[in-house]
Each structure stands twice: as structure tokens, then as C-alpha cells.
């Protein structure tokens, strides 16, 4: 299964690039995670001065930014000559996440990630691994942020490796 239906996708904005590169929404099975990085304070809430007194740290976003590499789910002869594509997918205003860091240590390899609605207006990201990082969050919206073509990194010499 690499389509995901029933989800919340359509409602992430600038999916259609999603649609544009893969023609649907992919499940990401067997992608691997390439980042992930978390951003504090870049953005901030506004403050009604008639909500009280203002507490800084509501005020704060805090953002999940995840780049996965999506191999294309087809038999190895039939990806020959076709790139890979690194995906840049942006979980905006997090409200909850179980993040296991220490799994980026070792292989990550994805089984599905699921993005779906919750009663509450809320999206919930699930990020299923069949081997490594395990990523569950809930924020209130996300982006596709980039899809770029990724062919791998370039070893030049022991030990210094380009990525293209």
C-alpha cells in the first residue's frame, strides 16, 4: 500500500505537490528519515491584552521539521533512471510529541506516515517506523515545505562525503 486515503493531507497546504510529483498521497512506506530538527520561537502568537496577563512561553511556537527520503514503491528495474525524492514536511505548532531521538542513531526506515483529524480541529502525525525513529505528534496545521529530486550522497574520499 503506498496511497493513503481518508487522511488529512488535502487539508496540508501546498499538498498539491504531493499530487504534482507522486499523483497521490503517498503513504512513504519504506522512505527513510534523512532529518528531523525542532523550532522554538521562530514564530509567535499575538496577545489579547484582554486574555490577562501574558505568559512568554504561550506565546512561543514550536515547530517539528521532517525531511524523508521517498523511495518510490516499485520493483528495483523498474526505478532505474528515475530519482528519488527528499520531502521536507513541516508540523506547525505542536501541541503534543513522543520524539525518540536516540532511534536516529541507528537506520530509520518507515513503515506509513499518517496524518490525520482530530475532533478537537487538531491534526495528528504518526510517524510509523519498521525500523528506527518513531515520531507522534499532534499540532494545528503542516506544510509540504519542498520535494526535490535526491540522488544520494558522493563519497570523494575516505571519510568526506558531497551531497549533490
Known amino acids: ?35 528531523i530538527s525542532m523550532e522554538r520561537a521562530k514564530r509567535m502568537r499575538r496577545h489579547d491584552p484582554a486574555d490577562g496577563p501574558v505568559d512568554p512561553r504561550r506565546l512561543e511556537f514550536v ?3 521532517l525531511e524523508v527520503l521517498h523511495r518510490e514503491h516499485r520493483p528495483a528495474v523498474e526505478r ?7 520531502v521536507t514536511i513541516a508540523l506547525l505548532d505542536v501541541r503534543s510529541a513522543n520524539i525518540d531521538v536516540n532511534a536516529m542513531l541507528d537506520d ?16 495528528a502525525f504518526d510517524l510509523e517506523p519498521n525500523i528506527g525513529l518513531d515520531v507522534r ?11 526535490r529530486p535526491y540522488r544520494g550522497a558522493v563519497l570523494l574520499e575516505p571519510n568526506i562525503v558531497v551531497f549533490p
Not at 137 to 147: G, H, K, P
Request: a negative charge; hydrophobic letters at 45%.
Open 80 to 86: 532505474i533512471g528515475r530519482s528519488d525524492y527528499a
Open 137 to 147: 505528534l499532534v499540532c494545528a496545521t503542516a506544510e509540504i515545505r519542498s520535494i
Open 1 to 35: 500500500m503506498d496511497e493513503v486515503s481518508g487522511s488529512a493531507w488535502p487539508v496540508v497546504k501546498d499538498n498539491e505537490l504531493l499530487l504534482k510529483v507522486f499523483g497521490r498521497y503517498p503513504s512513504f512506506h519504506d522512505a527513510s528519515v534523512l532529518s
Open 63 to 65: 515547530d517539528v521539521i
Open 108 to 123: 530509520s526506515f518507515v513503515s506509513e506516515i499518517s496524518l490525520r483529524h482530530q475532533p478537537d480541529g487538531l491534526l
